[in-house]
């Protein structure tokens, strides 16, 4: 099925640095939401979109819309060991109604 | 206010059996949609429902259904089970207006092993 492109796939990060990763698309999204999933768990909603060039932050995490909506970047500062995960984006793609699509997923590991 | 919950939440079958999957929503929220995840797939949309119908759909084959009770609970059956049907699967609930400004929550999930 269809899915967006995160990068990066996956990053080893030395605990305190800060990390970057964005999602992009080929389509136009009038919404963006980025979750993080812990093995064995449902994703947890960090972050929600809903307007181009939005900046938004929960803690230490903030996201962006991309100014093109076909993109969003999601940065997570100084770091922390409970941050390991896979963070995943998700936008509605419209099909009779509107349903989500998620990228591929980055990996994080942080190194104590 | 309580999360999405589903249940069970681990199940090992063989192949050729069928099972059934849970989930309740967030109280107050009328959609539910199904997610399979994979390692090699990621997650994949199988269904939503809303108000006791089935409101859009992925690309499954037809072992793979879906009902929702009045109380917009819902469960999930596959049957004839592969092995491929090996993965986690995710529910998600939300208010379900079908916008594109909806925000969805997810579920724990249910890891389902075919043996």
């Known amino acids: 099925g269809q899915q967006l492109n995160q990068s990066p796939q996956s990053m080893f990060i030395q605990e305190g640095e800060d990390v970057s990763m964005n999602c992009t698309s080929s389509?136009?999204?009038?919404?963006w939401l980025w979750y993080k999933q812990d093995p064995g768990e449902g994703p947890v909603l960090l972050i929600a979109?809903?307007?181009?060039?939005e900046l938004t932050s929960n803690g230490r995490l903030t996201a962006q819309f991309g100014t093109t909506r076909k993109d969003s970047f999601l940065n997570i500062s100084a770091s922390i060991p409970s941050d390991v995960g896979i963070y995943f984006c998700a936008g509605p793609r419209f099909s009779g109604t509107y349903k989500y699509i998620f990228g591929t997923g980055t990996r994080l590991k942080v190194l104590a | 206010k309580a999360g999405v919950t589903q249940t069970p939440r681990y199940l090992i079958k063989t192949r050729g059996q069928q099972v059934t999957l849970s989930c309740s929503p967030i109280s107050g929220h009328r959609s539910v949609s199904w997610y399979q995840q994979t390692p090699g797939q990621g997650l994949q949309f199988l269904f939503e429902?809303?108000?006791?119908?089935?409101?859009n759909k992925g690309n499954f084959p037809g072992r793979f259904s879906g009902r929702q009770f009045s109380n917009s609970r819902s469960e999930m059956n596959v049957s004839t089970l592969e092995l491929g049907d090996s993965a986690l699967y995710l529910c998600?609930?939300?208010?379900?207006?079908?916008?594109?400004?909806?925000?969805?929550?997810f579920g724990p999930g249910t890891r389902l092993l075919v043996l």
């Open positions: 389509s136009i999204f009038n919404t």
């Open positions: 429902y809303f108000s006791e119908t089935q409101r």
């Open positions: 998600a609930s939300s208010l379900g207006s079908g916008g594109n400004q909806e925000t969805q929550y």
């Open positions: 979109l809903y307007k181009a060039g």
